[in-house]
């Protein structure tokens, strides 16, 4: 069963900072991961995907890979305070078009 | 932007009733979903739909819970004798082949 972990925190960070959120999984054939942001009381949003080893920018946000070391990050460059959400760490639980598995997610407080 | 929609946003009811919740994937997509998020707890997968049957399920989705496509547009869950712990949120999704899922805005199940 594969299993995605997070760090639930919560992380707080000053506005115009760089929020730094975790995320490690226990699949090492994993090919893709996702990033949502979920603000209380609404559903996910996707913020981010990435298939490839290394670096993905996106505006503010940069998604990191290294299969090796089987964790998948996400930068928020310039947090701001509506950042402030639950971020939402998932994989498909089998590869290619599976259902996603999520880990608990992260929850970032961006303080002004 | 085209978006999953799902109806109602809020549904009361009493243990041992029957619900539908309601939802209409994005148009041309091909691969439907059903996740639920107990308060305060992580997103869980319980079913996928695709061709016009189950092509997943998880250990959550039991005999209590059925999934229909009704016509072209709607992918309704069924829970035939609601519990006191099916109170929760459920997410309908939509995706195409191995894109990322795309998830609507939820139904809030009570259940006293």
Known sequence: QKEVE?????LSVPEGAIASLNCT???RGSQSFFWYRQYSGKSPELIMFIYSNGDKEDGRFTAQLNKASQYVSLLIRD???SDSAT???AAPSQGGNTPLVFGKGTRLSVIA | EPEV????SHQVTQMGQEVILRCVPISNHLYFYWYRQILGQKVE???SFYNNEISEKSEIFDDQFSVERPDGSNFTLKIRSTKLEDSAMYFCAS???DSPLHFGNGTRLTVT
């Open chain 1, 6 to 10: 997070q760090n639930s925190g919560p």
């Open chain 1, 25 to 27: 999984y226990s699949d």
């Open chain 1, 79 to 81: 947090s701001q305070p």
């Open chain 1, 87 to 89: 971020y939402l760490c």
């Open chain 2, 5 to 8: 929609t799902q109806t109602p």
């Open chain 2, 45 to 47: 997968f319980l079913v």
């Open chain 2, 95 to 97: 995706s195409i082949n």
